[in-house]
């Protein structure tokens, strides 16, 4: 049996009820002054699938809810308790209060946004006429004939589509972002993604930030379809606070 | 476009749900601490896997796919009706076929390594698709650079 490790927090957090580590092991702190680290027993060659992942992943967020937590990387497992004190707690020590500290009484949640393919491409055609007026003019002629053409107004499409994404994207940040203490986009990935943004959200005003995209939701549902992660460790905002990017009080 | 406004009453809290398989590409297996020494549990092809699911490929079939989105919606229908009629155009049209399988390609790998894949997540059956390449003349047009930017409140409020 070796450690699999989850990531670090305060030696006096505890863990949510009927929280299973992967494998449904056991939780429990590793704690060396005032930090610890969250642990569970796996086998050496327990190997890692789908549900080991979603396991990591559903500790850190049991642990967020009530606790700060720096969450580690999947795929960490060590030997025994000293040495978890030894290479993660003592080794790292002031880089670790140093984040501790920094997102005390934070948390993470993740907004992703989809646009509804015919409705978005609906408003583009409203929004330039001009496209409406290459379609009918094309459907005179068999599509051999006009393949050119198709990708042209196809290409044109995508773009005015584009706009409009970027139009929704600065929209839904407008209004979340002052809710939050920073934000940290991601690329969007496929083609009707808006949005894919982590907001770091003081753990006290979650309730106004729940409120806001469940309002941004309804408001947008023809359009736009929301998806609401959280609440999670700071993934996105640990690098920045480690390079002194993000940096606060 | 139907919006009701009950502000007060907080009526549109909602609660985050917990990650899926999908955001722990982003999270778990892309960030968090590390540590000099240690030992990795195996996986294999993992690594592999995050740049595969970021694989966005944009071509000539999407802007065809566009195109004929475009043809097909009927105007003069109401907002409702004909939606599913043209979903399912889209959805079974040779374009998309062609642009979809690479990435259908890649998330079968993720099926595979990851195992037992039963419940995926809406948006992960469909990831249409996007924009242009650098092969494309309309690259320039693309939008800023948007990778993992971070600003702080502070410095957007001055």
Known sequence: MVLHLYGVTTADASPPPD????????????????LAVIVSAVDADTPAGRKDLLAHAHVLEGYAEESTVL????????????????????KDRESLEHLIHSFDGLVQVTVQAFHHEEPALREVLRRHPQLLAAREEMKAFPETATHA???????????????????????LLDRLAPLSRAVAEN?????????????????????????????????NEERMRLRYVGPQPPYSFLEPMKTGELAWD | MTV????????????????????????????????DIYVRVSLVGIELLTIDARIVIASVDTYLRFAEAVNRMDLTETQTSGIPELMEDI??????????????????????LLGDDEEEEEEEKKPAPRKSSSSSKQSSRSRPARKSTTRQKQSEES
């Open chain 1, 149 to 171: 053409r198709q990708v042209d107004l196809g290409q044109a499409v995508a773009s005015s589509l584009e706009e409009l994404q970027e139009e929704d994207r600065l929209m």
């Open chain 2, 4 to 35: 009701t406004q009950h502000r007060g009453g907080g009526g549109y809290a909602t609660r985050p749900n917990p990650s899926g398989l999908a955001d722990v590409i982003d999270t778990i297996l892309d960030k968090g601490l590390v540590i």
């Open chain 1, 71 to 90: 969450p580690m990387q999947f795929g960490i497992a060590l030997p025994d308790d000293d040495v978890v004190r030894e290479q993660v707690l003592e």
């Open chain 2, 91 to 112: 959805t079974s049209s040779g374009a998309k076929g062609k642009t979809s399988g690479a990435i259908e390609g890649a998330k079968d790998k993720l099926t595979g």
């Open chain 1, 187 to 219: 690329d969007a990935n496929g083609a009707h993604e808006i949005l894919h943004a982590a907001f770091l959200v003081e753990r006290a005003e979650r309730g106004s930030f729940d409120e806001a995209v469940g309002l941004l939701r309804s408001e």
């Open chain 1, 19 to 34: 929280l299973k580590g992967r494998r449904d092991g056991e939780l429990r702190l590793v704690a060396a002054g005032d």
